[in-house]
């Protein structure tokens, strides 16, 4: 057994051999996938752990009984450093340790895969099948929900497209027929162990895969607010014509629709609850799912092709039009020639190049990729690039109810409480597959050994924050991100999370799992107010899946790399269409937003042809 594996047995509280095999199996499966920072940190955290059991034993954690390992793990613990170190460790663990708990008693019956519908057909090479240099009218750096529609509007107007994916394609199949945890790895880039150094650290999980993070995002779509649209005129100058008909083109493509009460689940039902006990609006969110099954498993990829991710409408809808994928394909450049675009450089999985010539190029990497694509092209010299990003911060909560909650059965991502929304907060009510979602659970060893026992009884609440641009990406070769939040920021979360556990009270939990190290538990609203409130800010833990702004747009052209209709300044034929262009945190999951101001951007590249 090695540290790592030692780790594993102290703090899950394994103590089968299979079992633990099997875990530390998983563990060196996802480290692979990291990125060598995380790699590193993953290894060093357990190398810690393992001297501390020789310094106070003077054997190895492997070498211990549990009862032993356990009093290690407390004596670690008991020190703030400590305590955040074995936090830390228990986020791999637990995923790791997540596809052993899909066959638990505890769990959901299978969900019936009856009527999944099929897949659609793509035009989709693998780079290793494309030729080294070809031509096209345009190519779209990345898939996702702003490549996804620039080329579906440019292939419809007849213009040859060639989109370049750096992930592979996947189908329903590959969902059906793998655990979740088996896929995440594979699905998300650093196999989603990307992070934002900060204070505190802001874990940044992104897709990589044809659809990009719609692949693997909630599903939730709302309509960019209106005070954000006036935010965007009055700071960044930014005024779109005929923006609502775009949004009401995006929500037809993706047949956005209230989400049924049939399939929303007992952690859904609950959010509800405690809403309509504390008088809070709340609802049902409007998500691109019409055919959902409330398998829960949206953020692994959807194994019955029910969320309609653009892998599914506008990928497919460009195809027809004419355009082709190339998959497996990382962007290394776009070839300038003369102040102008010329096409873009990419390499294979196996180090080998090849080259697409285009006078048009649309870069929609996404907010963490696009700036470091542009500095490898020569094209970041704007000092505003890759600054000002807001990563809508999210942190959760889990309410202990005495029946059966069973949050991952049901639809991930399922109702939102928008009495804050005003005042910066949205909360809604996610819980993702076993392990996934574990992350507040307290305890190490057979403590937390019993947490996980018992958590068909959690219900899960999140909640995401309107964020000051307080972020940047750095890099060239390879995005480093930095996010320090916003002293105002912190105010916000720590509100968000009393009022997470305001809402589980209210629903009837008898005590809440706040996921603070130093109060893990609160048996009711004073003490959850005690405890965020003395909570220091590098025990809060966040996650931000909705990164944007690193390439804003907007109508000064000292403040904004990309002008209003979505041209990158200091360089002709270069368009942006993704996340970074957005102007400010859209402050609600910003699918729709991004789509939206893509079908703009693309309209206003074909105008200028």
Same mark, same amino acid.
């Given at each position: 057994?090695?540290?790592?594996?030692?780790?594993?047995?102290?703090?899950?509280?394994?103590?089968?051999?299979?079992? #633990?095999?099997?875990?530390?199996?998983?563990?060196?499966?996802?480290?692979?996938?990291?990125?060598?920072?995380?790699?590193?940190?993953?290894?060093?955290?357990?190398?810690? #752990?393992?001297?501390?059991?020789?310094?106070?034993?003077?054997?190895?954690?492997?070498?211990?009984?549990?009862?032993?390992?356990?009093?290690?793990?407390?004596?670690?613990?008991?020190?703030?450093?400590?305590?955040?170190?074995?936090?830390?460790?228990?986020?791999?663990?637990?995923?790791?340790?997540?596809?052993?708990? *899909?066959?638990?008693?505890?769990?959901?019956?299978?969900?019936?895969?009856?009527?999944?519908?099929?897949?659609?057909? *793509?035009?989709?090479?693998?780079?290793?099948?494309?030729?080294?240099?070809?031509?096209?009218?345009?190519?779209?750096i990345g898939s996702g929900a702003g490549g996804a529609v620039a080329a579906r509007t440019l292939a419809r107007a007849g213009i040859?497209?060639?989109?370049?994916?750096?992930?592979?394609?996947?189908?329903? !199949?590959?969902? @059906?027929?793998?655990?979740?945890?088996?896929?995440?790895?594979?699905?998300?880039?650093?196999?989603?162990?990307?992070?934002?150094?900060?204070?505190?650290?802001?874990?940044?999980?992104?897709?990589?895969?044809?659809?990009?993070?719609?692949?693997?995002?909630?599903?939730?779509?709302?309509?960019?607010?209106?005070?954000?649209?006036?935010?965007?005129?009055?700071?960044?100058?930014?005024?779109?014509?005929?923006?609502?008909?775009?949004?009401?083109?995006?929500?037809?493509?993706?047949?956005?629709?209230?989400?049924?009460?049939?399939?929303?689940?007992?952690?859904?039902?609950?959010?509800?609850?405690?809403?309509?006990?504390?008088?809070?609006?709340?609802?049902?969110?409007?998500?691109?799912?019409?055919?959902?099954?409330?398998? &829960?498993?949206c953020a692994a990829g959807c194994p019955r092709n029910a969320k309609n991710g653009v892998h599914l409408n506008a990928l497919p809808?460009?195809?027809?039009?004419?355009?082709?994928?190339?998959?497996?394909?990382?962007?290394?450049?776009?070839?300038?020639?003369?102040?102008?675009?010329?096409?873009?450089?990419?390499?294979?999985?196996?180090?080998? %190049?090849?080259?697409?010539?285009?006078?048009? %190029?649309?870069?929609?990497?996404?907010?963490?990729?696009?700036?470091?694509?542009?500095?490898?092209?020569?094209?970041?010299?704007?000092?505003?690039?890759?600054?000002?990003?807001?990563?809508?911060?999210?942190?959760? =909560? $889990?309410?202990?109810?005495?029946?059966?909650?069973?949050?991952?059965?049901?639809?991930?991502q399922s109702v939102g409480v928008e009495e804050l929304h005003d005042d910066g907060i949205l909360i809604e009510a996610t819980a993702?597959?076993?392990?996934?979602?574990?992350?507040?659970?307290?305890?190490?060893?057979?403590?937390?050994?019993?947490?996980?026992?018992?958590?068909?009884?959690?219900?899960?609440? &999140?909640?995401?924050?309107?964020?000051?641009?307080?972020?940047?990406?750095?890099?060239?070769?390879?995005?480093?991100?930095?996010?320090?939040? $916003?002293?105002?920021?912190?105010?916000?979360?720590?509100?968000?999370?009393? !009022?997470?556990?305001?809402?589980?009270?209210?629903?009837?939990?008898?005590?809440?799992?706040?996921?603070?190290?130093?109060?893990?538990?609160?048996?009711?609203?004073?003490?959850?107010?005690?405890?965020?409130?003395?909570?220091?800010?590098?025990?809060?833990?966040?996650?931000?899946?909705?990164?944007?702004?690193?390439?804003?747009?907007?109508?000064?052209?000292?403040?904004?790399?990309?002008?209003?209709?979505? @041209?990158?300044?200091?360089?002709?034929?270069?368009?942006?269409?993704?996340?970074? %262009?957005?102007?400010?945190?859209?402050?609600?999951?910003?699918?729709?937003?991004?789509?939206? =101001?893509?079908?703009?951007?693309?309209?206003?590249?074909?105008?200028?042809?």
């Amino acid at each position: 057994m090695s540290a790592l594996g030692g780790t594993a047995a102290a703090l899950l509280g394994v103590e089968d051999a299979g079992e #633990l095999a099997r875990i530390e199996a998983r563990l060196e499966a996802m480290g692979r996938a990291f990125p060598r920072p995380a790699r590193v940190g993953l290894r060093s955290g357990a190398e810690v #752990l393992d001297l501390a059991a020789r310094v106070l034993t003077g054997r190895p954690l492997e070498a211990l009984d549990p009862g032993r390992r356990e009093a290690v793990c407390a004596v670690v613990a008991a020190r703030p450093a400590g305590a955040r170190l074995v936090e830390t460790l228990k986020i791999p663990l637990l995923l790791a340790a997540g596809t052993e708990r *899909l066959a638990s008693p505890h769990d959901a019956p299978p969900v019936s895969y009856e009527g999944a519908r099929p897949d659609p057909i *793509l035009d989709c090479t693998p780079s290793s099948e494309w030729p080294s240099c070809t031509t096209a009218g345009a190519v779209v750096i990345g898939s996702g929900a702003g490549g996804a529609v620039a080329a579906r509007t440019l292939a419809r107007a007849g213009i040859p497209v060639i989109v370049l994916e750096e992930g592979r394609r996947h189908v329903a !199949a590959d969902f @059906r027929e793998r655990a979740p945890l088996d896929r995440f790895v594979e699905i998300y880039r650093d196999g989603g162990a990307s992070v934002a150094l900060g204070r505190p650290p802001v874990l940044l999980p992104e897709g990589r895969a044809v659809g990009g993070t719609t692949l693997i995002n909630s599903g939730t779509c709302y309509r960019t607010p209106g005070r954000v649209l006036r935010r965007w005129e009055d700071v960044a100058g930014v005024r779109i014509e005929g923006y609502a008909a775009y949004l009401d083109q995006v929500e037809a493509m993706l047949g956005v629709a209230r989400q049924p009460l049939d399939v929303l689940g007992r952690n859904g039902l609950l959010a509800l609850e405690g809403a309509r006990r504390l008088g809070w609006e709340a609802a049902p969110l409007r998500r691109n799912a019409p055919g959902c099954g409330g398998s &829960g498993q949206c953020a692994a990829g959807c194994p019955r092709n029910a969320k309609n991710g653009v892998h599914l409408n506008a990928l497919p809808q460009a195809c027809v039009a004419g355009a082709r994928i190339v998959t497996r394909a990382r962007a290394e450049r776009v070839i300038v020639e003369r102040g102008a675009a010329a096409g873009v450089r990419a390499r294979r999985p196996d180090g080998s %190049v090849l080259e697409i010539l285009s006078p048009l %190029v649309v870069v929609a990497a996404g907010a963490t990729q696009t700036p470091p694509l542009l500095r490898r092209s020569g094209l970041g010299g704007h000092p505003a690039l890759g600054r000002g990003m807001t990563v809508h911060p999210a942190t959760n =909560l $889990a309410g202990r109810f005495d029946e059966p909650v069973r949050s991952w059965s049901g639809v991930m991502q399922s109702v939102g409480v928008e009495e804050l929304h005003d005042d910066g907060i949205l909360i809604e009510a996610t819980a993702s597959p076993p392990g996934m979602s574990s992350f507040a659970l307290p305890g190490a060893g057979r403590a937390l050994r019993r947490e996980l026992d018992g958590s068909d009884g959690l219900a899960v609440i &999140g909640a995401m924050i309107a964020d000051a641009p307080s972020g940047r990406v750095h890099g060239r070769r390879r995005a480093v991100l930095r996010y320090d939040l $916003a002293r105002a920021d912190e105010a916000r979360l720590r509100r968000a999370m009393v !009022a997470m556990g305001e809402i589980l009270f209210a629903a009837g939990a008898r005590e809440v799992l706040t996921g603070l190290p130093h109060a893990p538990v609160a048996g009711g609203p004073g003490s959850l107010r005690s405890a965020v409130a003395s909570a220091p800010v590098m025990d809060l833990r966040l996650a931000g899946f909705h990164p944007t702004g690193t390439a804003r747009m907007g109508a000064d052209p000292e403040r904004a790399p990309v002008d209003p209709s979505g @041209r990158l300044r200091g360089v002709r034929g270069v368009v942006v269409a993704d996340a970074s %262009v957005v102007p400010g945190c859209p402050e609600v999951n910003p699918q729709l937003t991004i789509m939206a =101001l893509a079908l703009h951007v693309a309209d206003q590249a074909i105008s200028a042809t």
